[in-house]
């Protein structure tokens, strides 16, 4: 533990510094929004937006290299995907009569399938791995400064509207007969996530997405009485798990982002199991 | 509450669901102060009624008038309880929480003020469940959840008050302390209540609405056989409430 500490103020790790600060100022949104996903149970959706995220990747690579237009991020285009494919998804499972989740499903598979066939006709070489799991090396310096804004923005506007939020979530009907428009408020919580979700992408990957925004959440809920509770808990969790992940992966020269949903992924098994021996022991 | 105001008033609705009519030709009055219940078998459009008149569902012909408005002008006067078996139990919420959700809407952020808290404290008083404010609401039995259901309706503080179903899941004397609650609440306001259950709401309704694609309304002293017959349309057993043994010449051994 001293070896790592010591490490983490080593000038040339400064990679895993900023790892550990974007870390950490991300496990807020993700346990907020996480609690939303799970409460609402819409963390198909969210697996949907992150799929879709990989097209946008795909895209903002080609508009960057292909099309020249250097100032490009190709994380630009996975926000815009991100929130394209909210709006889309959201609509749907609003307005389909039935199927909704095989469109979602078709979806979820055009948005993958978007993404390779852009790098595809991108000259040059792209290792893709990077983005389906996740690296810590390519975090930068930016997105600090978009999960310092999407801190305060998840933080806002989950204050602000605490209360409608949480009433569409719980009982959308009845929100929907106390005047709100539930309708608006189920958007705006998909484009959250989906923000959210593009940070999440570039430290465990499109693949393990869903599971670092859902197994803090699930695990909060089991210990929480009330929503806010949920979503502090969630949050600490996040944090642990990300530094306890970045920790082994750094001490074992293992992937970080497999390393963070390992982790969390046990621990939650563990806590079921020992709920599930203390009830059988009673 | 003005007598002889009419509530609400149905003209010539219809509501089709995929081209079949699950509501026909349906003109209906309910006046102010009424307490009524609409019955009828599965699948003959109680549900349904009941979410046109919340606004939820919009009739394809004809016109609904809810306390003289659009429905969906006059949502925030109208409490509604639904069944609990739609919300998550899983989720992490207080009764208090729970009951709250009637004052959304009142301001533009949908935070609560002091008088908020003060209404759902007292509207779970009036349900008897003022010391379950901090109970989770999973931790409730059946019937607790539906009065809290009824304290979240109460605490809109409506001039009409819909409830779904509010016997169902609840034991036989959870429904009679139920039923007393709403005679009770009946003196502030107008009552509607789906029920599957009419030998149960006659005794307390004054008046049956019958919805079998068609409507029928009738003052619960003309209930009887042929009637229940003609809504159901089959045999069915049929308990008495008129009538009562007296204790002294009935002998239990």
């Known amino acids: 533990m001293i070896d790592l500490w010591n490490v983490l103020f080593d000038p040339d790790n400064s990679f895993l510094r900023l790892a550990l600060y974007v870390g950490t100022l991300a496990s807020l949104p993700f346990g907020i929004i996480g609690t939303y996903v799970v409460t609402r149970r819409i963390s198909y959706l969210a697996g949907a937006i992150a799929h879709c995220v990989f097209g946008g990747i795909g895209a903002g690579l080609y508009i960057q290299i292909k099309l020249g237009i250097t100032w490009f991020n190709p994380m630009y285009g996975a926000i815009a995907a991100a929130l394209f494919a909210a709006v889309i998804i959201g609509l749907i499972s609003l307005y389909a009569q039935q199927r909704e989740d095989t469109v979602i499903g078709a979806l979820w598979a055009i948005g993958m399938a978007a993404g390779i066939l852009f790098i595809d006709i991108t000259p040059g070489y792209f290792d893709i791995t990077s983005y389906l799991f996740g690296d810590i090396l390519l975090i930068s310096q930016s997105d600090l400064y978009m999960v310092i804004g999407l801190d305060i923005v998840t933080a806002l506007i989950s204050i602000l509207f605490f209360n409608k939020l949480f009433a569409v979530c719980f009982d959308e009907e009845f929100a929907r007969l106390r005047g709100i428009n539930a309708d608006a408020f189920y958007i705006l919580l998909l484009c959250l996530t989906s923000i959210t979700v593009v940070l999440l992408v570039r430290m465990v990957g499109i693949i393990m997405v869903i599971a670092l925004l859902t197994i803090p959440p699930a695990i909060a809920g089991i210990f929480a009485g009330k929503l806010w509770q949920m979503m502090a808990i969630s949050s600490i969790l996040c944090a642990v798990f990300t530094w306890s992940g970045l920790a082994v992966s750094y001490q074992f020269n293992l992937s970080s982002g497999p390393t963070i949903i390992m982790i969390a992924g046990i621990a939650y098994l563990l806590i079921l199991l020992v709920i599930k021996l203390k009830n059988i022991c009673k | ?253």
């Open chain 2, 1 to 253: 509450m003005a007598q002889n105001n009419i509530d609400v008033q149905l003209k010539d609705v219809f509501f089709f669901y995929n081209g079949v009519p699950i509501l026909e030709d349906v003109n209906l009055e309910i006046k102010s102060g009424a307490f009524a219940a609409i019955v009828g078998p599965n699948g003959g459009g109680k549900t349904t009624l009941l979410k046109l008149l919340l606004g939820l569902l919009k009739p394809d012909k004809g016109k609904i008038l809810i306390l003289g408005k659009s429905p969906e002008k006059s949502r925030l006067r109208v409490g509604y309880m639904a069944q609990y078996a739609h919300l998550d139990l899983q989720f992490p919420v207080t009764v208090k929480d729970v009951v709250l959700m009637g004052r959304l809407g009142r301001n533009r952020l949908g935070w609560y003020s002091r008088d908020d808290i003060h209404a759902a404290e007292s509207s779970l008083a009036e349900v008897q469940l003022a010391n379950y404010a901090s109970h989770r609401f999973s931790e409730l039995s059946g019937g607790q959840r539906q009065r809290v259901l009824i304290a979240r309706a109460l605490c809109c503080d409506p001039e009409l008050l819909l409830l779904d179903e509010p016997t169902a899941n609840v034991d036989p004397q959870m429904g009679e302390t139920l039923m007393k609650i709403l005679q009770t609440l009946n003196n502030r306001m107008t009552i509607l209540l789906v029920s599957h259950d009419i030998g149960f709401v006659s005794q307390v309704v004054k008046s049956v609405i019958c919805v079998n694609r068609q409507v029928l309304v009738h003052p619960t002293s003309s209930l009887n056989g042929m009637v229940i017959k003609e809504i159901y349309g089959g045999d069915f057993c049929m308990v008495r409430h008129d009538h009562s043994c007296s204790m002294k010449n009935h002998y239990h051994d």
